[in-house]
């Protein structure tokens, strides 16, 4: 089992940028893909960007053209860079590993990080 834990959150004011970085531990080739959500107080977790394990990315069309999602093998580590941040952005965010292939679905992940809150002031 892999376990993820997420950091880089924090406050911005609206159009600025952060980068969400996410670290893996234990079993990190036991995935197919891993993605990026987010949830906002009172709405479902929302796909963001993906990246399977041969390197396609998927990305919502809502951060698409500002967010953009990488990985350092090396490092063990995913990555979330988001720039031209609006106050609608603001949710806490999960990275998440799958061995599924609905790389879109929420719930085709089962290994998920604690969650980073990023909040966007206008």
């Known amino acids: 089992q892999v376990q993820l834990v997420e950091s880089g959150g924090g406050l911005v004011q609206a159009g600025g940028s952060l980068r969400l970085s996410c670290l893996a531990s234990g079993r990190t080739f036991n995935w197919y893909a891993m993605g990026w959500f987010r949830q906002a107080p009172g709405k479902e977790r929302e796909f963001l960007a993906a990246?399977?394990?041969?390197?396609?990315?998927s990305y919502a069309d809502s951060v698409k053209g500002r967010f953009t999602i990488s990985r350092d093998n090396a490092r063990n580590t995913l990555y979330l860079q988001m720039n031209s941040l609006k106050p609608e952005d603001t949710a806490v965010y999960y990275c998440?590993?799958?061995?599924?292939?609905?790389?879109?679905?929420?719930?085709?992940?089962?290994?998920w990080g604690q969650g980073t809150q990023v909040t966007v002031s206008s």
């Open positions: 990246i399977t394990w041969g390197g396609t990315l």
């Open positions: 998440a590993a799958t061995r599924g292939v609905r790389i879109l679905l929420p719930n085709e992940y089962d290994n």
